[in-house]
Every structure is written in C-alpha cells, then in structure tokens.
C-alpha cells in the first residue's frame, strides 16, 4: 500500500530480540508451525508488541509518527528484558513467558504517554500491558491444543536480551513490513 492512498492501513509498534534469542524463538515459532498448521505467529518476526495493531489513514501519520518515535526512542535507556518458559492465554495464543518485565512496562507506559501527547490518533489499550512473545495465535485447530499444551508445560526456556530498538511495522495486506527502526539511547 503507498501511504499517500486513502485506505487505513494497519501498524503496530514493536520490539525485537537479539542473536541469539531471535534465532531461537523464530525455530520454536517455525516448530509450531509445522506441528499444526498455524500461520499467523509466523507472518511476523518475534518480537515484544509495545502498540498492539491499529488502523490509520497513513498520509502524514509516518512522518510524524517516525519523528515522534525517533525522539522517544533516543531519551529512553534500552531495557533488559527475561525470557522464562512458556504460557498461554486462554487456549487461543502460545507464548513465551516474559519473566522479569519491568524495566519493558516502564518502557511501555513512558511511549504510551508520549503516544497520548504526540501521537493522539495512535489507540489507547484498553487491555492491561502483559509483555509475551507470540508462537501461536488464533488460528491454532482446537483439536491440537491439549497436546501442545503438555507439550510446552514440559518444555523449560530461559534466555535475556536487552531491548535496543523500537520497529514500526505496517501491514501490506499479505504480511507485515518492518518500515522504521528507532535505536534508544546509546545504540
């Protein structure tokens, strides 16, 4: 989609994991995959959501959006963040557990602040801040949850990486499309 078309497009803001973490939860996402059938956890890289998806007329919204969250990004210290084994909500998402979070919902509540000022289009979450990284969602068959359930309760994962970099990303109507990536402080 070009953004000067007049058609909402949808974006979320993100965070990715470092070498070595990034490999590994890409395998794991991969793994799911292959074991279900599940694709809509691979259309996106892992990552930590910080702004879940939203829809927006793009015009001027990118210009102003990668300005305001250059300027966020470089006032802000990157953020440790720990990885512990695996969860879900409901029976609907697999995730990897984010253990040691806060540090990422300082982070968090600093950009939705900011979004509040500056960005006011951007929605606010009505939905508590709950830091996970996604290896399934929605489109897992009911009928493949319990085992993979007992399988993941079985599974241990521990891993930390620190958060240097904020990603927009924009839906281009078959995948997601990292468009800016905005280095906190430092880096």
């Known amino acids: 989609m070009n ?4 058609q909402p497009a949808l974006y979320l803001l993100a965070t990715l994991p470092s070498e ?4 590994e939860v890409w395998a794991l996402k ?3 995959h ?4 599940s694709r809509n956890a691979v259309r996106l890289p892992p990552h930590i959501t910080l702004i879940p998806p939203f829809r927006l007329v793009p015009a001027d919204f990118e210009l102003r959006a990668q300005a305001v969250f250059a300027d966020f990004a470089a006032t802000q210290a990157p953020a440790e963040v720990s990885l512990q084994d695996f969860a879900w909500f409901d029976h609907r998402t697999l995730f990897v557990h984010v253990a040691q979070a806060e540090a990422l919902e300082q982070l968090h509540a600093a950009l939705v602040a900011r979004c509040r000022a500056d960005l006011p289009e951007v929605p606010h979450e009505t939905r508590p801040f709950t830091a996970h ?3 399934a969602t929605r489109d897992l ?3 493949q949850v319990p085992a ?5 309760a079985a599974r241990r994962y521990a891993a930390t990486f620190l ?5 927009l990303f924009r839906h281009d109507g078959r995948q997601w499309q990292a468009l800016h990536e905005f280095a906190l402080a430092g880096h």
Do not use: W
Not at 3 to 6: G, L, V
Not at 34 to 37: H, I, P, Y
Not at 163 to 167: A, E, G, N, P, Q
């Open 30 to 32: 991969q793994e799911v």
């Open 20 to 23: 070595p973490v990034f490999a």
């Open 34 to 37: 292959r074991l279900t059938g």
């Open 163 to 167: 958060v240097t970099s904020l990603v």
């Open 133 to 135: 990284m996604t290896l």
């Open 141 to 143: 068959p009911p009928a």
């Open 3 to 6: 953004p000067t078309d007049a």
């Open 148 to 152: 993979l359930k007992q399988d993941f």
